[in-house]
């Protein structure tokens, strides 16, 4: 089993900037790794992916205004936030995308507040 716990949400004003990170239990060296967040009222979503080579995807909207980041020493990814909108404001999950078959997991989440 992996353990994901996530750090670095709070509140923070429009155009601000914050960094989340997600500190693994284990090695994350050959797995993908994500960020997701769910507001009030909506479904989760994604928001950004970085698989074991690297390579990054993003949702819309936040492109250009996010990167995700990973330190396989540490067994971390990152989330470096910049330009944040009120609607960006929700909950932030960390994910664990597990490899032939084996199951994935998820961190406890880290609140990130929008607001002025």
């Known amino acids: 089993q992996v353990q994901l716990v996530e750090s670095g949400g709070g509140l923070v004003q429009p155009g601000g900037s914050l960094r989340l990170s997600c500190a693994a239990s284990?090695?994350?060296?050959?797995?993908?790794m994500g960020w997701y967040r769910q507001a009030p009222g909506k479904e989760r979503e994604l928001v950004a992916t970085?698989?074991?080579?690297?390579?990054?995807n993003y949702a819309d909207s936040v492109k250009v205004r996010f990167t995700i980041f990973r330190d396989n020493a540490k067994n971390t990814v990152n989330l470096r936030m910049n330009s944040l909108k009120p609607e960006d404001t929700a909950v932030y999950y960390c994910?664990?995308?597990?490899?032939?078959?084996?199951?994935?997991?998820w961190g406890q989440g880290t609140q990130v507040t929008v607001s002025s």
């Open positions: 970085i698989n074991s080579g690297g390579s990054t």
């Open positions: 994910k664990y995308f597990g490899r032939f078959g084996l199951p994935d997991y």
């Open positions: 284990g090695s994350i060296r050959a797995n993908a």
